[in-house]
């Protein structure tokens, strides 16, 4: 029997009918910006709020990503393909990671599971990832921190969207050093062609406040400026975005600001802002 991750914040994030998400998501990507990149994409940053608010900021990064999206078939006509398939046409895996919310814990947390769901259908893990990563200790198993949290989740309509046959390799930080876990992370990406980071920006500063504010995050994300990052930058998975430049500079990936928006912007009043930015990683 398939173990299922049910959806948990279908109806307060995202919308819980099928119909309505799936119209909202080809909304939001038929919205978006139209981008290139100058390499191979290899890492996102996305914000996570609900679809209201940051949906458009998200949409950015996914609409690049359905451009670059391999078609459903493992033969291309001899155009090579941004995401390599795997042997067997299993497709494309991503690497999702994000804050915990609810639950506190000490490392970083995958979730032993066949397949997560939302209103759109099934998304299914990349199992083998999952249980080498238990196996060799590299991740702890903890259902309790997965069952509430929305990081993650509402990433998966998007992703469900743009890269149907997507397999995922969910993973929530708690306090660890994102040093030590880019680390552990590495050893996988041999295996991932896309690396997912879900996080929001500052928190409830008036606009002008926020904006300023959320400048530094540009700076420090597109200049590798790690000490800026961790002793100025307000994002709620800095952990995640650490991990993610931190390999990003190992591998000589290079950093791109691709949007930036708040809720002042999107849905809400311009008193007590949450900012959302779009970042890409290319090589």
């Known amino acids: 029997m398939k173990r ?32 290139t990149l100058e390499g191979r994409l290899r890492g996102l940053i996305v914000p996570h709020a609900g679809y209201v608010y940051s949906g458009p900021v998200a949409a950015t990064g996914y609409k ?14 001899g155009e090579p393909s941004p995401f390599p398939f795997r042997e067997g046409g299993q497709g494309v895996r991503s ?17 032993d599971c066949d397949a997560w769901q939302t209103p759109l259908g099934t998304v ?19 259902p309790d921190a997965h069952a509430p949290e929305h990081s993650l989740e509402v990433q998966l309509p998007f992703v469900q969207t743009v890269l149907p046959n997507c397999e995922i390799f969910p993973i929530l930080t708690g306090e660890c050093d994102y040093r030590e876990l880019a680390c552990t992370l590495d050893s996988y990406l041999d295996e991932i062609d896309l690396f997912i980071v879900s996080s929001d920006l500052s928190h409830y500063y008036p606009y002008d406040e926020a904006v300023e504010r959320d400048a530094l995050a540009h700076r420090a994300i597109e200049s590798f400026d790690f000490t800026l990052m961790e002793d100025r930058v ?28 708040n809720s002042g912007d ?10 959302y930015g779009c970042y890409a ?3």
Request: glycine share 6%; hydrophobic share 40%.
């Open 95 to 111: 690497l999702l990671l994000g804050p915990a919310h609810y639950v506190y814990f000490v490392g970083a947390a995958t979730l």
């Open 266 to 275: 999107t849905a809400g009043d311009k008193f007590r802002v949450v900012g």
């Open 4 to 35: 299922l991750r049910p959806a948990a914040v279908a109806g307060s994030f995202y919308p819980a009918s099928s119909e309505r998400l799936r119209k909202t998501v080809e909304a939001l990507l038929a919205q978006a910006h139209t981008l």
């Open 281 to 283: 990683f290319y090589e």
């Open 124 to 142: 299914k893990c990349a199992t083998d990832l999952i249980a080498r990563a238990l196996k060799h200790n590299d991740l702890q198993n903890n």
């Open 234 to 261: 307000e994002a709620c998975g800095k952990t995640a975005i650490l991990t993610l430049m931190q390999i990003a500079k190992e591998r000589h990936w290079k950093p791109k600001l691709l949007d930036y928006r």
């Open 64 to 77: 690049l990503l359905q451009d670059l999206s391999p078609s459903p078939s493992p033969i291309r006509g």
